[in-house]
């Protein structure tokens, strides 16, 4: 059963934000690996298109990079959704944030890779900036962030999984919930389930960083920046 108090889902509250998104930006480099010309280049990338899940109706009008995360249904869970669950849009407050979360996920996948451990791993990243607009509901206020062990943990995400689900099957949906980075200390984020209450505004901000992942660092750079995270031993 939750800790939580089944009335606290009224401190849900409209929300305008500005959300910062890391994206991996790699699969046009990856065709034009396999293309010799335009021609075949936009060939095969009418076939990835063919070969992807429907878009949902919502996503008309959007840019991909809002409705990609709301198109396919993952196997793996994230803090806020279950395994096979509808998506879910992650972002934050600013972009050293998104780095730290970028980090831990590269990291983590590095590590669980058999063939890339004891190697390097070298991506491409496309920070870039959104806006929500709609319900909220924060749980880093109180009486929420009484909880925020549970709400940060590092691997157990069944608390945040149970919250979600309840805030997501209100008759009036939390659209979003804004939470603090388990990653970055005092770093906020935002898991947004509706894409209607995700835009694209234009002209809108973004920034390309290079992320090179090691079993021990992690050192993400932009322009002339760059961050370094150590991981665990």
Known sequence: MPAWDESWLASARGQRRELWRGVEAQHRVATMRLADNLHEQELLEQLLEASKPRLPAAAAGK??????PFRY???????????????????????????AEVAFW??????????????????????????FEGLELDITQPPWNGLRAQWRHGEDYSHCHRLASRARGLPAPVQ??????????????????DLAALSLPQPHL???WICKTTQALVLLMHEHESIEFRMPA
């Open 106 to 131: 590269r990291w983590k996948f590095f590590m669980d890779s058999d063939g890339l451990r004891g190697e390097q791993l070298v991506t491409e990243h496309t920070f870039f900036q959104a806006r």
């Open 206 to 208: 973004q920034q390309t």
């Open 63 to 68: 840019h991909y990079l809002l409705f990609t």
């Open 176 to 193: 979003a919930i804004r939470y603090e980075s388990a990653r970055r200390e005092g770093g906020m984020c935002q898991v947004v389930f």
């Open 73 to 99: 249904v993952a196997e793996w869970p994230s803090r806020f959704r279950r395994p096979e669950e509808a998506g879910a849009w992650y972002g934050a407050d600013d972009a050293l944030t998104v780095a």
